[in-house]
């Protein structure tokens, strides 16, 4: 029985997948994929499954998730599908299919959020407004 593990990260949010041989179960956070919120992390997550095809029916992946919010961390649990699918497959024609979707799904977006600067309100650029008269 063929195991794989893979991680993908995004922004704060790291994810772990384990790919193993199986009947097409996919669960995030150990519960299954359909009941995950909101929505839109949901399509996230499930393109690269949408992407493989019948290879998606042939295996069971677990993803675990620390960090990060909603979005960033199905952002960061796609990753990790699409880098575990194409792991197994061997496929350099799945490959190209989830580059030419989007270079996002193989390769880490590694963009952070700016660091809050002292004295401004809290934000990271936001200044004091001068009124000049």
């Given at each position: 029985?063929?195991?794989?593990?893979?991680?993908?990260?995004?922004?704060?949010?790291?994810?772990?997948?384990?790919?193993?041989?199986?009947?097409?179960?996919?669960?995030?956070?150990?519960?299954?994929?359909?009941?995950?919120?909101?929505?839109?992390?949901?399509l996230k997550l499930?393109?690269?499954?949408?992407?493989?095809?019948?290879?998606?029916?042939?295996?069971?992946?677990?993803?675990?998730?620390?960090?990060?919010?909603?979005?960033?961390?199905?952002?960061?649990?796609?990753?990790?599908?699409?880098?575990?699918?194409?792991?197994?497959?061997?496929?350099?024609?799945?490959?190209?299919?989830?580059?030419?979707?989007?270079?996002?799904?193989?390769?880490?977006?590694?963009?952070?959020?700016?660091?809050?600067?002292?004295?401004?309100?809290?934000?990271?650029?936001?200044?004091?407004?001068?009124?000049?008269?």
């Amino acid at each position: 029985m063929k195991v794989i593990n893979t991680s993908g990260k995004r922004k704060k949010a790291i994810a772990r997948a384990v790919l193993r041989e199986g009947t097409g179960k996919v669960r995030f956070n150990k519960i299954p994929i359909e009941l995950v919120k909101p929505k839109m992390a949901l399509l996230k997550l499930k393109e690269p499954l949408v992407l493989a095809g019948d290879l998606a029916n042939k295996v069971d992946i677990d993803v675990d998730v620390n960090g990060g919010g909603s979005i960033s961390g199905a952002e960061a649990g796609r990753l990790a599908i699409a880098k575990a699918l194409v792991s197994y497959s061997k496929s350099e024609k799945l490959k190209q299919v989830f580059l030419a979707y989007d270079r996002n799904m193989l390769i880490a977006d590694v963009r952070q959020r700016e660091p809050r600067k002292p004295n401004n309100r809290g934000k990271a650029r936001q200044k004091k407004q001068l009124s000049k008269r």
